[in-house]
């Protein structure tokens, strides 16, 4: 009977595949953003942002959440449009606590460049693209169980498709917006050496659905559904015979409730008609 179990266990761990990704989902994540907005006479637009994250499972160990939040975001935009079609900008972000996306424990500092695309398809559905590359400083350092990096490049491409339904005589009146995004990040590393950590090809995914609410035209709100995964890479542990037992390519998985609220401040005697993007930006 002995020697069975011995020969259980080690044809368990013979069938064990580091290079095969483990697939863990997590507890829900909650995440409200409240966004401010104002409309620029040319149709720019400045944006100020702050959301606050929190899991839904109970951490214990006497942890304790600062606003009652995991993480806590600041962020100021802008954006210039050069057509209906093209805009670029900049972002300036800065985030205290723990991030699952980047696996950086700690403050950071984000300085963003973004470039987006937006155009109709068919149907009314308009099709946008956005793609940004930003660098993570980090300003102070809290270890929790994962690498703190002192800075690092990341770039995002976000795609999505959405289809706006006006519900009231007015433009600028009562509509819904459903939307789908598809987002993808990745750390760059222009020089990589053989110390470094080794990390997969894309590190985050984002597929988000969501349904925009424009009450008014200084008031919308976005609720909003995501699976949010983070995918990692950790070292490979073997038995006493050289078998691996644990460790290699894991997709942690967080499934993820928003809410957006965004209050738009227009220009007083601005006639531009302004394209008014997503909660999303």
């Known amino acids: 009977m002995v020697g069975g179990l ?12 580091p290079n095969v990704a483990k697939r863990y989902v997590q507890r829900t994540e909650l995440w409200p953003e409240l966004q401010g907005e104002l ?52 972002t300036l972000r800065y985030e205290s ?7 950086t424990y700690g403050d950071l500092l984000v300085p963003e460049l973004l470039l987006r695309h937006r155009s109709t398809i068919f149907g009314g559905l308009t099709f ?23 800075g690092q490049f990341w770039t995002r491409l976000r795609v999505d498709v959405e289809r706006l339904f006006p519900l009231s005589s007015t433009d600028q009146g009562f509509a819904l917006r459903p939307r789908l995004s598809y987002a993808a990040s990745t750390h760059l590393r222009f020089q990589k050496s053989d110390t470094d950590v080794a ?24 609720p909003w559904f995501a699976y949010q995964t983070q995918y990692a890479q950790s070292l490979v542990f073997t038995d006493i015979n050289g078998n691996p037992v644990s460790g290699g390519k894991a997709n942690h998985v967080y499934p993820t409730l928003g809410l957006d609220v965004r209050f738009t401040i227009p220009v007083a005697g601005d006639k531009t008609e302004r394209m008014q993007l997503p909660t999303q930006h």
């Open 6 to 17: 011995l020969a259980a266990g080690h044809s368990a761990s013979a069938q064990y595949d």
């Open 39 to 90: 409309g620029l006479k040319n149709g720019d637009y400045l944006l100020l942002t702050l959301r606050g994250e929190r899991s839904t499972a109970d951490y214990g160990f006497g942890a304790t959440r600062s606003l009652g939040f995991d993480t806590r975001r600041v962020a100021l935009a802008y954006e210039h449009f050069w057509n209906p079609n093209w805009s670029w900008g900049g």
């Open 97 to 103: 606590d723990a991030s699952f996306e980047t696996n």
């Open 128 to 150: 946008g693209q956005r793609l940004g590359v930003e660098r993570q400083i980090l300003l102070s350092r809290r270890y929790l169980g994962g690498p703190n990096p002192d």
């Open 199 to 222: 990390e997969r090809t894309i590190q985050w995914t984002s597929l988000r659905g969501e349904v925009g609410v424009r009450l008014a035209p200084a008031i919308d709100l976005t």
